[in-house]
């Protein structure tokens, strides 16, 4: 899993009839904790997140299964919504 921000919504009208009633949020990861990896992806949302939120995202066929139609075509999926999380310094 990895963690990241959820900072942005997608809407797609037209889209696979499989991922009909699923909710599409962009994702910015983190690179530490204060800090963010370049460029943003796409995951399902499985936890109700939001805009701001800091998010667990799974990847590949754990995605999938997170979601109740293991055919669903999807390969990020967001599975919960952090609180917090510490980082020890190197």
Do not use: C, H
Not at 29 to 47: C, P, R
């Amino acid at each position: 899993m990895r963690i990241g921000k959820v900072v942005g919504n997608v809407w797609a009208t037209r889209k696979d009839e499989k991922l009909n009633g699923q909710k599409f949020l962009v994702i910015k990861l983190f690179l530490d904790k204060e800090n963010y990896q370049e460029g943003l992806f796409v995951a399902s949302d499985n936890a109700g997140a939001g805009i701001g939120d800091t998010v667990l995202v799974t990847n590949g066929s754990a995605a999938r299964a997170s979601v109740e139609n293991t055919q669903i075509p999807v390969d990020s999926t967001i599975v919960g919504i952090v609180d917090s999380f510490e980082v020890e310094d190197e």
